[in-house]
């Protein structure tokens, strides 16, 4: 039996802390926020996008970054995996549009339940409130970790400063949603042990525009879009989906699948601050011009009496259509029965290529996912123990592994939190456990 430490009480710590039990060793979770999985509550707007339905090769084509490193995870830990362990404890689940797996509940509340109770019955012990200042090594292997401060909820054992231990995973996520402890301590502590760190970027974020429409629009949600984010006439990344205006500028699915592809693009803070990132819009992708111009010409006929600002309720949001009549120059007073084919060419132009300046990405606090991190290279994709500390092992948003939007990045951190584990004699024929 083995004394294990888990550093960071997240879905990485919990599923570690999980298999490590199962196998017999004595396991300790050190999290230095008030309760485990507080970042885990607000995955999915608090649904919590459990992991996606699709396969192996999925999963490996939505990872942006050293995605042949996750191969030997996702094949020891995949997406069923962890819908039968959840569902083993009274998780039931659902599918939604794009293969992202919800509880039926709805509630991420009853997922992290779940881990927790799984936890007690296998007599986990879990310290809250305590920081880990450093990782205790001596002849190239860990031997424990030095803590700045300890909780009063150690389950019965004497306070103190410093725990031993024969094997150390570490699982502190990244450095996104500070508030719920993801400060970057992680990559300081690796860093302290001679691992290389990856320049650290906010991936999956939402975007700023100073275009005064995203105001007027605050709040809106659009579905069934199709985007094109550029650089002038290059097309940085597209999709179809779902979006929302904020205050600020854009947010939602495909916004912030696009933010992670072009906060890799080079020169962007250069590109932002001189207004040549642009986002295209297109309000009626299921519809080519010409025939968006028909839907338009019977719309218009059906109320060819009426005011132009009174002529496009069945086509667009209540909201947009002040913006898009703006836009259109036509006087909003002017009969429809008036416009002329210019002026309609010019409506469906608009809705076609809404278009919108991208003019920065919101604070790295704001990102869903952090991009960058430990090397893999440092790293054995075999066991996910350091190349570097012998008994030192990695696991989730602290690897230089990330993926876009659809719970791609949770089920990365449940297969390699638990994939972690197969160095430490895991038992592959009981991975999931009544």
């Not at 709805?106 to 879990?126: C, E, F, G, P, T």
């Not at 010409?290 to 010409?297: A, N, V």
Request: charged content about 25%; aromatic content about 6%; overall charge positive.
């Amino acid at each position: 039996m083995s004394d294990i430490i888990i550093i960071g009480g997240g879905p990485a710590g919990m599923i570690a802390g999980i298999s490590a039990a199962k196998n017999g060793n004595k396991v300790t979770i050190i999290e230095k926020m008030n309760s485990c999985g507080k970042k885990l509550l607000i995955t999915g707007k608090g649904r919590c996008n459990i992991t996606n339905s699709t396969d192996i090769n999925g999963f490996i084509e939505n990872t942006l970054c050293n995605s042949r490193f996750l191969y030997g995870a996702l094949n020891n830990f995949d997406n069923n995996d962890i819908i039968r362990l959840l569902e083993n404890e009274g998780v039931k689940t659902k599918v939604e549009r794009g293969g992202r797996v919800f509880p039926v509940s709805d509630k991420s509340q009853d997922v992290l339940n779940a881990l927790l109770r799984i936890l007690k019955k296998l007599d986990v012990k879990i310290l809250t409130n305590t920081e880990v200042k450093k990782i205790v090594v001596k002849n190239g292997k860990v031997e424990g970790v030095k803590l700045n401060n300890v909780g009063a909820n150690f389950l019965g054992d004497p306070l103190r400063d410093e725990l031993k231990a024969d094997k150390i995973i570490l699982a502190t996520g990244g450095k996104s949603y500070s508030v719920c402890g993801s400060t970057g301590d992680g990559y300081r502590l690796a860093k302290e042990l001679g691992h290389t760190i990856i320049d650290i970027k906010p991936s999956l974020i939402p975007l700023i525009s100073n275009n005064k429409e995203c105001g007027k629009l605050q709040g809106l949600s659009l579905r069934n879009i199709a985007i094109k984010l550029k650089n002038n006439d290059k097309v940085i990344y597209k999709d179809f989906g779902e979006m929302i205006f904020t205050h600020y500028g854009v947010s939602g699915p495909v916004i912030l699948s696009a933010s992670a592809y072009l906060t890799r693009y080079n020169n962007v803070s250069e590109l932002l601050k001189n207004n040549r990132i642009k986002l295209e819009i297109d309000l009626k992708p299921a519809l080519s011009e010409e025939k968006l111009d028909l839907r338009i010409l019977r719309d218009f006929n059906e109320v060819k009496n009426k005011e132009f600002k009174n002529s496009l309720d069945k086509l667009l949001p209540q909201k947009l259509i002040p913006v898009i009549i703006e836009k259109t120059k036509i006087n909003p007073k002017k009969q429809v029965n008036e416009i002329t084919k210019k002026e309609r060419t010019k409506i469906v132009q608009i809705l076609k290529c809404f278009e919108i300046n991208i003019n920065g990405i919101r604070p790295i606090e704001e990102a869903i996912i952090t991009s960058g991190g430990v090397s893999t290279k440092e790293i054995n994709p075999k066991t996910m123990e350091s190349k570097i500390i012998k008994g030192l092992y990695f696991a989730g948003e602290i690897i230089d592994v990330d993926a876009l939007t659809g719970g791609f990045n949770l089920q990365i951190a449940w297969s390699t939190r638990f994939h972690s584990w197969n160095g430490l004699n895991c038992n592959l024929e009981n991975r999931i456990w009544n």
